[in-house]
């Protein structure tokens, strides 16, 4: 899988616990990103970030806040978790040398279930 | 707005058969055009990607796609399909004037039965 973990690989919360989700590359890549994968629906991005610090919003970003502070490292909390947050979320990196054409290379994936 | 489509959940095929899954986009301006493919229990893997020249686009594993850009599709197809390639696939497209953001299709289940 490229380079890139993910933990845990599951886990089981309760609704209103914090939780957070780890992606690492050794990859040294610019770009990374976090999916959820529901069916019918395909993956839907949730944030993603083009550089240390710097984060920006993808299409289903409510309830969930990234940080990254390494080039190596991209956290995915959710603040407050909801039964709807129940979903496989992925962790994807890219490396941007040729503009933004580059495919993207995907993590091994975490099964999330909120209670 | 861009977007893909997929318009078969799942596509039935006996191994050595052809194996053909559709895509189709609408995109302003180029579009640019990947598949990938999911086997259970593990994250998405790049197939092959359409971003200028040739219509057909070959790719790992023996699959190949066509772009056709009156029709406005990107199929994803493999001659002689094996068990193996049984998996999702994913066609995507990128987010017009974004740092590499895709935008994904619902997928499409293919079964390939000996």
């Known amino acids: 899988d490229a380079g890139i973990t993910q933990s845990p690989r599951h886990k089981v919360t309760e609704t209103g616990t914090p939780v957070t989700l780890r992606c690492h590359q050794t990859e040294n890549h610019r770009y990374m990103y976090w999916y959820r994968q529901d069916p019918g629906h395909g993956l839907r991005l949730i944030h993603y970030?083009?550089?240390?610090?710097?984060?920006d919003k993808g299409e289903v970003s409510d309830g969930y806040s990234v940080s990254r502070s390494k080039t190596e490292d991209f956290l995915l909390t959710l603040e407050s978790a909801t039964s709807s947050q129940t979903s496989v979320y992925f962790c994807?990196?890219?490396?941007?040398?040729?503009?933004?054409?580059?495919?993207?290379?995907f993590g091994p994936g975490t099964r999330l279930t909120v209670l | 707005a861009q977007s893909v489509a997929q318009p078969e959940d799942q596509v039935n095929v006996a191994e050595g058969n052809p194996l053909t899954v559709k895509c189709t986009y609408s995109v302003s301006g180029n579009p640019y055009l990947f598949w990938y493919v999911q086997y259970p229990n593990r994250g998405l893997q790049f197939l092959l990607k359409y971003i200028t020249g040739d219509n057909l686009v070959k790719g790992s594993y023996g699959f190949e796609a066509e772009f056709n850009k009156s029709q406005t599709s990107f199929h994803l197809k493999k001659p002689s399909a094996l068990v193996s390639d049984s998996a999702l696939y994913f066609c995507?497209?990128?987010?017009?004037?974004?740092?590499?953001?895709?935008?994904f299709g619902a997928g499409t289940q293919v079964v390939v039965t000996p």
């Open positions: 994807a990196i890219s490396d941007g040398t040729s503009g933004s054409l580059n495919e993207q290379f």
């Open positions: 970030s083009y550089g240390v610090k710097d984060t």
């Open positions: 995507a497209v990128r987010v017009t004037d974004s740092w590499g953001k895709l935008q």
